[in-house]
């Protein structure tokens, strides 16, 4: 049976006890339901009443100018807005297919289902091994053989075994660009997170690596729930299967229009989308 799961009831600004992110224990299947998700960075409010069903094991895309609030809402998703000084986040989510009781209030868990990956690879000065071995020993894995076993496993699922397999102790700086972000990307996966969240995770990689990024979305949205944030309409094209486009309404972000990616391009009904979507390649 699927168990709705919400995050805890928690402050996530110091100090504030106004500042929640409500626990919403509804029955929902197969999807993360944001209800009302606003944002604010001390005074001034960012995201407003973003309410947005994002199905289970499939790409969705946010979509929308630069600072209409894509990243903010990405980081109200796993609560990584709680490491911001002065961030406040109302609202809720909620993952209609994981276990309340096991993520209600530990974001470590909640952080270990819902990985993320960044704009820049953001490699550990550490050893490729050594990236990954860290992240499974910071969630208490300590069986040598099973963290052999899911790092092997790991770098195969991004394709890149078979390029380190043989410098495993170098050091992940050494890695190229969209090396380095496969290795992030195996860095969340090795952790076997159901939901992963992508703020424009080729803006800085070469067509050739943003290609393998790209498949390996695809790849990974078989069994896992990507939400992916990009200012390429490309990008949405070839792998979105469903968009929401925000924009900044009288100063703050607000959603404007969604649906599925063919429906988005092919008819969308705002004004605004239409705008914005007539730049698709
Ligand atoms: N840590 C922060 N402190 C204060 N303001 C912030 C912070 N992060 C973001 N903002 C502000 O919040 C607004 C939304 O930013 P956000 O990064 O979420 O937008 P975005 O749509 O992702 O932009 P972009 O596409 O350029 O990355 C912007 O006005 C930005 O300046």
């Known amino acids: 049976m699927n168990q709705s799961m919400a995050w805890a009831t928690a402050p ?8 929640t992110l409500s626990c919403t224990c509804t029955e929902a299947g197969g999807h993360i339901a944001i209800e009302n998700l606003s944002v604010s960075y001390g005074s001034q409010k ?18 929308g100018p630069s600072g209409c609030g894509k990243s903010s809402v990405l980081i109200g998703l796993n609560r990584l807005c709680d490491l911001i000084p002065g961030c406040c986040v109302t609202g809720s989510v909620s993952f209609s297919w994981l276990d309340n009781e096991r993520l209600r209030g530990d974001l470590i868990q909640l ?6 990956l960044f704009q820049r690879p953001n490699p550990f000065p550490f050893s490729i091994w050594r990236n990954l071995e860290f992240a499974l020993k910071q969630h208490g894995l300590k069986a040598k053989v099973e963290i052999a076993d899911r790092i092997e496993a790991a770098l195969k699922e991004v394709g890149l075994w078979d390029e380190v397999s043989d410098r495993l102790n170098d050091s992940a700086l050494a890695l190229s660009g969209g090396q380095q972000q496969r290795l992030c990307l195996a860095r969340a996966l090795v952790l076997d997170p159901s939901v992963i969240l992508m703020d424009e995770p080729c803006s800085a990689l070469d067509p050739i690596s943003t290609q393998k990024i790209e498949q390996l979305v695809l790849r990974l949205a078989e069994k896992r729930t990507i939400v992916l944030v990009t200012h390429s309409l490309g990008q949405a ?45």
């Open 12 to 19: 996530t600004s110091a100090g504030s006890d106004d500042c």
């Open 46 to 63: 960012v995201v407003e009443d973003f309410s947005l069903h994002i199905p289970r094991n499939a790409v969705t895309a946010l979509l």
């Open 111 to 116: 952080r270990r289902q819902v990985g993320m």
């Open 237 to 281: 094209q070839r792998v979105a299967d469903h968009m929401a486009l925000l924009w900044k309404l009288e100063g703050v972000g607000k959603l404007v229009e969604r649906g599925t990616a063919r429906q988005m391009f092919d008819s969308p009904k705002h004004q605004l989308t239409q705008t914005y979507l007539q730049f698709a390649a």
